[in-house]
């Protein structure tokens, strides 16, 4: 059964290396588990007893199609009105603990491994029931509409999908597709995507597409633009368009990561 890795804060001592994996390049930034610490955390308005990590946001020189947050809710914390803006669609993933999505008036059960998409406009909420925290990711886009097309919002699970394998790969690369890639009514897709060990994205992918990846577990080498760069469960790589990637899974178990990508729209030149 899949784990997915949550961060829990805390502080470093004072006993420790300032040395660390953080990456920032013209083409790529990592982001290692090891910088998700409670001085960086930031809250949010219109949220109760929450926190959240973020971890992308349109600025010069990194993501420029989306924001990432990982955000963690205490016991009874939650909100009623968590997107504060109108055109902004959403994917919700959680990794940890439980949450009550309220979703057009339906209660969700979310555990971890619960996937909510959230078309723009949508009315929803979420609140904290349990007595653990609950922790997500939060990926949001402002959302590209098109004629004769309308994405719905929906909810499913990671535990109820069967991944589809790359081929030519006898299952050692597959992806967890949550939304139909010819759906014309969605302009991003977050997906999971997992590699056995020793599973290899075999050639240098160079594309137009933006990524955000977020390892939910395992480890493995990650081309990125020149650099191979180690990776686990609880790091995020940004790479901008056209950023050459490739990557080799290290074992002993799977490594799998949360993809965000910008989809199925013409390129705006005016």
């Known amino acids: ?3 997915y890795y949550s961060p829990t804060g805390g502080h470093p001592a004072q006993t420790e290396l300032l040395t660390d994996r953080a990456v920032v390049r013209e083409a790529y930034t990592v982001i290692p588990k090891g910088v ?3 001085i960086v955390t930031s809250n949010l308005p219109g949220w109760q007893g929450t926190r959240s990590w973020i971890i992308a946001r349109p600025i010069a020189g990194f993501a420029t199609t989306f924001a990432q947050l ?3 809710v205490g016991a009874g914390g939650g909100s009623e009105n968590p997107e504060p803006e109108a055109g902004v669609e959403g994917v919700v993933f959680l990794t940890g603990g439980a949450l009550t999505l309220t979703l057009g008036g339906t209660e969700h059960r979310l555990l971890p491994g619960g996937y909510a998409y959230l078309a723009a406009g949508a009315t929803w909420s979420v609140r904290n029931e349990g007595d653990e925290p609950a922790t997500f990711q939060w ?8 004629e004769g097309y309308s994405a719905q919002s929906f909810v499913t699970r990671d535990q109820d999908l069967k991944p589809v394998e790359m081929p030519g790969t006898n299952g050692a690369w597959a992806t967890t597709r949550f939304v139909d890639p010819d759906d014309l009514a969605h302009d991003m897709h977050v997906n999971i995507v997992t590699f ?3 599973g290899t994205i075999p050639f240098a ?4 597409m933006e990524h955000g990846l977020y390892v939910l577990e395992g480890k493995a080498v990650y081309r990125l633009n020149d650099d191979w760069v180690e990776v686990e469960a609880g790091d995020f790589m940004w790479l901008r368009a056209f950023c050459p990637q490739a990557c080799y899974a290290g074992g ?5 990561y949360l993809l965000y990508k910008d989809v199925n729209r013409q ?3 005016t």
């Open 252 to 256: 002993p178990g799977p490594f799998r």
């Open 205 to 208: 992918e160079t594309h137009v």
């Open 267 to 269: 390129i705006r030149l």
């Open 139 to 146: 990926v949001r886009k402002a959302y590209e509409a098109i």
């Open 70 to 72: 990982i955000v963690e």
């Open 36 to 38: 998700l610490r409670d």
């Open 1 to 3: 059964m899949s784990t």
């Open 196 to 198: 056995a060990p020793g």
